[in-house]
T-cell receptor, first 115, second 110 residues
Framework: SQTIHQWPATLVQPVGSPLSLECTVE??????LYWYRQAAGRGLQLLFY??????ISSEVPQNLSASRPQDRQFILSSKKLLLSDSGFYLC??????????????FGNGTRLTVT | KQEVTQIPAALSVPEGENLVLNCSFT??????LQWFRQDPGKGLTSLLL?????REQTSGRLNASLDKSSGRSTLYIAASQPGDSATYLC?????????FGTGTRLLVSP
């Protein structure tokens, strides 16, 4: 069966520090991968999605970036964190794109607090 | 721009009651409509996916319906249990994106 791992579960970082969140999927190949952010009281915001190695689409221009160095690995990064980057970050995968009939499967999320 | 709204924002019911959660979307050109459950501090769990050509989907005590023409979906939970307490989110798929509502927080009391 397929599983998705996301770490760390919680993270407290000072403003201006770098960020690296990692997500890996097991039990499937060539998944579509997604990074979402969930801010308090707001819906999920799509940040990045990837349909293959090295293929990244950005939805929101900001100081975050994403990379997909391996088929089942998706990394969210920042060179300098802002206070506004605080939130709950969720990685997700699907067999095919969300416009198909493949449901989206989420990891357990990373709670990021920027101080 | 697709917008997804969920009403009510919060709902509290006694155990055993049947209940309906509502989801509305502004652009009817969706590929599918998905319902998720989120427990506090956790990720989302996929509950049901309704294709644009379907009217409803069922899984156990859950039944989701879709009316594209009116831009509405409902999630029906039969014989609610305390374990059903969670936030329920709907999401409409358009092009390569899932647009999420802000959720309905459900509390089922024993």
């Amino acid at each position: 069966s397929q599983t998705i791992h996301q770490w760390p579960a919680t993270l407290v970082q000072p403003v201006g520090s770098p960020l690296s969140l990692e997500c890996t999927v097991e039990g499937t190949s060539n998944p579509n991968l997604y990074w979402y952010r969930q801010a308090a009281g707001r819906g999920l915001q799509l940040l990045f999605y990837s349909v293959g190695i090295g293929q990244i689409s950005s939805e929101v221009p900001q100081n975050l970036s994403a990379s997909r160095p391996q088929d089942r690995q998706f990394i969210l990064s920042s060179k300098k964190l802002l206070l506004s980057d605080s939130g709950f970050y969720l990685c997700a995968w699907s067999v095919r794109g969300v416009s198909s009939n493949s449901p989206l499967h989420f990891g357990n999320g990373t709670r990021l607090t920027v101080t | 721009k697709q917008e997804v709204t969920q009403i009510p924002a919060a709902l509290s019911v006694p155990e055993g009651e049947n209940l309906v959660l509502n989801c509305s979307f502004t652009d009817s050109a969706i590929y599918n409509l998905q319902w998720f459950r989120q427990d506090p501090g956790k990720g989302l769990t996929s509950l049901l996916l309704i294709q644009s050509s379907q009217r409803e989907q069922t899984s156990g005590r859950l039944n989701a319906s879709l009316d594209k023409s009116s831009g509405r979906s409902t999630l029906y939970i039969a014989a609610s249990q305390p374990g059903d307490s969670a936030t329920y989110l709907c999401a409409a798929s358009i092009f390569q994106k899932l647009v999420f509502g802000t959720g309905t927080r459900l509390l089922v009391s024993p």
